[in-house]
């Protein structure tokens, strides 16, 4: 019995709180019922939360649980001391301050250690080490060896709860909320356990109200969050796991020893492993937050139905893609003007790309284009705004990237993403013969490149954007010989969202390279992965090979295939089959449960990977 309780109240970092093991749920029963108790009582219901979020989290990370009680400290402190010197202006700015930088210096400490050690040896030419000073102090303190202190581990989830302490501070501060009194109602707001370690990002504004209301769970609600809970079961396990413990990571593991097509398709179906995994964590925390009377804001909406980059990021991740536009960009100018501060960071990261590429190409590359941004900016002034606009845009990529990663190849990835949005806003001012013309240059310009230095990144650029150009090309003949616009409407639309989805697809060539790796020797050993893909999708393709892999990888295709037709099925038809489970009788939805669960079985691997944003 004491070994028992003893393993239950131990941190077991090869078996964390996982959404898909037994554990949780048995937590999640043993919650549950305190909470049926304490449910009518405000304090002590947010109170348990707290306490029993604070359990979670120690489970999930150990005692990285002393870093969220300091974050949450703090973030509370400095929000009534901001409010208590609601009088003097410099006392609230200096409390902002100092919160929002000890959040970020935090931040950047445990996630950027090793990324910002390799810039500072590569540039003054050093061999630094990265020392976990906490657990060397930790060590000397208690005059023990037990810490690493040559290693700095990653908190699981840090990102999300520091930028939500972030958000709480900045909002404190220009007053579009009131501090929360109570400490205990502010660390539950903090460290709730269902979106705690991989989001979404719940904002204050959104969240606080709700700590103060009675709780309330209707019959269609407490079918509603069942219908969540199943349906985020079955995209971690059904698409997610077994699209990636059977193909994909295969494939990424070691990329050379598979042809071109599967290379390819692994990055397409990858795509759907990502968004199954983590909007799958996101639908599971919002059915468990339900049952207990909360509401989460919408993490995702469809985002593979974008027709173009920007769309796609106003569908994706939406909790951090609206931080990143409320504290970010908005504050850099957002659309309407520049500041130093985006000119510095554009700058900046270039610098060091420059520093650390070790190739004379690139960096003369991102000279090239520093030099010509500025003298655009200096000689053309009919066209600053729009320069500095466009910086802006940039700099929230770049550094959107940046948060996802300490590696620049998330870097890449953002920078990837950022350069799709501003094509996207050229192309939707310009005509379709322009369009066509610059299309036409475009490839022109690759296929010349091609000639001359025949490598795999530039075939792969001419094929790409040939098929671009020759879509512009149809598209601008018929529209301009037939007078009819309405007859290609949809075909247009299917057209742009198979292009939003390889362009995205493909930007994350480097957001997966970077993934599940030790932040010593990611940079390395990721953009060695990534070259290595694109060496293959460049290479000779053979069409025996693609029949070859259809037909040996039939299932991962049929599955992969079944998960974007459900994605792409118009919401109204999601809807309404949500409402009709919802609406079931209670022994119809227990017996839907068990089947579901039955069936989730047969697809668990023998090791279950860990939700892919728990790294962030």
Not at 449 to 458: E, F, G, M, Q, Y
Request: charged share 15%.
């Amino acid at each position: 019995m004491t070994n028992f309780i003893s393993n239950i109240l131990s941190f077991d970092d090869a078996h964390p709180l996982l959404f898909t093991q037994f554990n949780f749920w048995a937590f999640l029963a043993l919650v549950m019922a305190a909470f049926s108790f304490l449910h009518n009582k405000r304090l002590q219901r947010n109170t348990f939360l707290f306490l029993a979020s604070l359990f979670f989290y120690y489970k999930t990370s150990g005692l990285m649980v002393l870093l969220l009680v300091f974050s949450t400290l703090l973030g509370h402190f400095v929000g009534v001391g901001m409010d208590k010197n609601d009088q003097k202006p410099w006392v609230r700015k200096g409390l902002m301050a100092i919160g929002v930088t000890v959040n970020l210096l935090i931040l950047c400490y445990f996630k950027y250690a090793y990324f910002f050690t390799d810039v500072y040896n590569t540039i003054v030419q050093t061999d630094s080490k990265v020392v976990n000073w906490f657990a060397l102090w930790a060590n000397e303190w208690g005059n023990t060896n037990r810490f690493d202190a040559t290693r700095i581990l990653l908190p699981v989830g840090i990102s999300f709860f520091t930028f939500q302490n972030i958000s709480y501070i900045v909002d404190v501060y220009k007053r579009r909320i009131s501090h929360v009194k109570s400490i205990l109602d502010f660390g539950f707001y903090t460290s709730f356990f269902p979106q705690l370690v991989a989001g979404p990002i719940v904002r204050a504004d959104q969240f606080v109200p709700q700590l103060y209301k009675p709780y309330f769970l209707s019959r269609r609600q407490f079918g509603i969050a069942v219908f969540w809970i199943l349906n985020g079961l079955a995209k971690k396990i059904i698409l997610s796991d077994y699209l990636a413990v059977n193909f994909v990571d295969r494939i990424f593991d070691n990329p050379l020893m598979f042809t071109p097509f599967e290379n390819f398709s692994a990055l397409m179906v990858y795509s759907l492993q990502v968004y199954a995994d983590f909007s799958g964590y996101t639908d599971i925390a919002t059915g468990v937050a339900m049952l207990m009377g909360f509401y989460l804001p919408k993490n995702f909406d469809s985002p593979y139905k974008a027709t173009n980059p920007a769309g796609f990021w106003k569908r994706w991740h939406m909790s951090l893609s609206n931080w990143l536009k409320d504290y970010l960009y908005i504050p850099l100018g957002g659309n309407r003007r520049g500041t130093w501060v985006s000119w510095a960071i554009i700058i900046g990261i270039a610098a060091v790309i420059g520093f650390m590429a070790k190739t004379t190409w690139v960096t003369v590359i991102i000279i090239v284009v520093i030099v010509s941004l500025i003298g655009a900016y200096v000689l053309l002034p009919n066209i600053r705004r729009e320069i500095t606009t466009n910086l802006n845009n940039m700099d929230t990529m770049l550094l959107g990237g940046l948060w996802h990663g300490a590696s620049f190849n998330f870097i890449t990835w953002g920078g990837l993403n950022g350069i799709g949005i501003l094509i996207y806003k050229w192309w939707k001012k310009h005509d379709k013969c322009t369009r066509t013309i610059a299309t036409l240059s475009l490839w022109l310009l690759f296929f010349i490149a091609r000639l001359i230095w025949n490598t795999a990144a530039l075939r792969v650029g001419c094929v790409w954007t040939g098929i671009i150009f020759i879509g512009t090309l149809i598209d601008w003949l018929y529209t301009s010989f037939t007078l009819r616009q309405a007859p290609v409407a949809w075909l247009e639309r299917v057209w742009s969202i198979l292009l939003t989805f390889m362009f995205i697809s493909f930007t994350r060539l480097f957001f997966r390279s970077g993934s599940n790796l030790d932040p010593a020797e990611a940079n390395i050993i990721a953009w060695n992965n990534a070259k290595n893909i694109v060496q293959k999708i460049g290479g000779h393709w053979e069409f025996s090979h693609v029949v070859g892999v259809l037909s040996s990888y039939g299932n991962i295709f049929a599955v992969f295939a079944i998960g974007m037709i459900i994605h792409w099925l118009p919401e109204r038809w999601k809807r309404k089959y949500r409402i009709c489970f919802a609406m079931m009788p209670l022994w119809a939805i227990a017996i839907a449960a068990v089947l579901v669960v039955i069936m989730l079985y047969q697809f668990i691997t023998a090791d279950l990977p860990p939700f892919i944003y728990f790294q962030f």
